[in-house]
T-cell receptor, first 115, second 113 residues
Framework: SQTIHQWPATLVQPVGSPLSLECTVEGTSNPNLYWYRQAAGRGLQLLFYSVGIGQISSEVPQNLSASRPQDRQFILSSKKLLLSDSGFYLC??????????????FGSGTQLSVL | GESVGLHLPTLSVQEGDNSIINCAYSNSASDYFIWYKQESGKGPQFIIDIRSNMDKRQGQRVTVLLNKTVKHLSLQIAATQPGDSAVYFCAERGSSNTGKLIFGQGTTLQVKP
């Protein structure tokens, strides 16, 4: 079965500092991968998705970027964090075969606090 | 635009009672719906899904009902247990297979012992 590894679980960063969150998956090949952000007490907002190595689609304009250097690795980055970047960041993959955006399987998330 | 929303932000039920969590959606072309459960500090966990060509689907202690006429989705939890306490999100997929999931704001379910 697929597993998603996200780290760190919590992160406190000063405004203006860089960010790198890593997501790695096991138990599947060529997965569709997603980065979501969840503000406190809110729903999930799709930030980026990737259907393959080097293929990144951005859903909303923002201070963040994503990269997929390997099939099972998805990285979320920022050069200079803003206060508004605080939130719970979740990596996800499609669990359904031959379909997108079905049965998304989420990682355990990273709680980012920008101070 | 597309939107998914929940009627009540918080639902409080007695242990052993049935729970009904509601969700309204606005895109009549949505073809797939899904419910997630999220416990504090954790990622969302898949509960049950349903396609637009169905109006009911049952799982273990859970049932999802889809009413396309009024664009309404509900999650029924039978014999609610303390472990069911969490935030529940509905989500819709706006178009066939290539659309993205759009999540609602979530309903907090509180189970009283």
């Amino acid at each position: 079965s697929q597993t998603i590894h996200q780290w760190p679980a919590t992160l406190v960063q000063p405004v203006g500092s860089p960010l790198s969150l890593e997501c790695t998956v096991e138990g599947t090949s060529n997965p569709n991968l997603y980065w979501y952000r969840q503000a406190a007490g809110r729903g999930l907002q799709l930030l980026f998705y990737s259907v393959g190595i080097g293929q990144i689609s951005s859903e909303v304009p923002q201070n963040l970027s994503a990269s997929r250097p390997q099939d099972r690795q998805f990285i979320l980055s920022s050069k200079k964090l803003l206060l508004s970047d605080s939130g719970f960041y979740l990596c996800a993959l499609d669990r359904a075969h031959f379909a997108t955006n079905e049965k998304l399987f989420f990682g355990s998330g990273t709680q980012l606090s920008v101070l | 635009g597309e939107s998914v929303g929940l009627h009540l932000p918080t639902l409080s039920v007695q242990e052993g009672d049935n729970s009904i969590i509601n969700c309204a959606y606005s895109n009549s072309a949505s073809d797939y719906f899904i419910w997630y459960k999220q416990e504090s500090g954790k990622g969302p966990q898949f509960i049950i899904d349903i396609r637009s060509n169905m109006d009911k689907r049952q799982g273990q202690r859970v049932t999802v009902l889809l009413n396309k006429t009024v664009k309404h989705l509900s999650l029924q939890i039978a014999a609610t247990q303390p472990g069911d306490s969490a935030v529940y999100f509905c989500a819709e997929r706006g178009s066939s297979n290539t659309g993205k999931l759009i999540f609602g704001q979530g309903t907090t379910l509180q189970v009283k012992p």
